[in-house]
């Protein structure tokens, strides 16, 4: 049986970022997740292909996730998610690195989310995990259903996210991996906000914070 779910990918931005297209093969409906910049190019990308923006979801606030986010809202009339402990960050151009990397750029999303809660959107269901550590308002957008996690810049394969920009902690890092990530089933499918997709299983066999117990 053919699946719902098929995810595409566009690395974007100065940093390489990975911007993911969640579709439903039935209807089209499109979440994008971590617009990092190139408004345009996603605008033609949805339109060539037929794909319908629902929602854009932000795993965290630094700039090169979100420079094309409200660009994409105004085009497609759609809601930008993000977490509730990311409000002041992503309001912030010192703190979301965008006054030192990029032009200066602040955003609003249009609903803040908490930790567990759930989101009905594009025919999926959606789990908002909170996972501080590289930013305090990290978010990973888990789909049970589809065994599939979008993990932004908490969980790489291998490796995990930045702990010295503002607001990260190394502590609150581990914790965020081992206890709510890595008990999650081990075929659950990860795809982080840079480099190559992983599964859960491997990230326990072979992550540095499989171990970690401070």
């Not at 660009?71 to 930008?80: H, V």
């Not at 291998?158 to 502590?171: I, K, L, Q």
């Not at 890092?173 to 982080?192: N, Q």
Request: hydrophobic share 40%.
């Amino acid at each position: 049986m053919k699946k719902k779910l098929q995810i595409e990918c566009a690395v974007l931005g100065m940093i390489s970022t990975n911007c993911y297209f969640l579709i439903n093969a039935e209807t089209s409906e499109t979440i994008i997740v971590d617009p990092a910049d190139n408004a345009a190019d996603i605008r033609n990308w949805c339109r060539n292909n037929g794909r319908k923006p629902a929602a854009i979801l932000l795993t965290h606030g630094h700039f090169d996730h979100m420079l094309a986010a409200d660009a994409l809202r105004n085009e497609f009339s759609i809601r930008i998610y993000a977490a509730e402990a990311e409000r002041e960050l992503l309001e912030d151009p010192a703190a979301n690195l965008s006054g030192q990397w990029s032009r200066p750029a602040v955003l609003k999303a249009d609903e803040y989310l908490t930790d567990g809660q759930v989101l009905e959107l594009a025919g999926f269901r959606i789990c908002a995990i909170l996972t501080p550590g590289h930013t305090a308002g990290g978010m990973c957008y888990y789909l049970e259903e589809e065994g599939v996690l979008i993990s932004g810049d908490t969980l790489f394969r291998e490796s995990y996210g930045r702990v010295d920009f503002p607001t990260s902690s190394m502590s609150e890092m581990g914790r965020s991996v081992r206890e709510k990530l890595l008990v999650l089933p081990e075929d659950t499918v990860v795809y982080p906000g840079h480099g190559e997709s992983t599964t859960i299983g491997y990230e326990k066999a072979y992550n540095p914070l499989a171990q970690w117990s401070r």
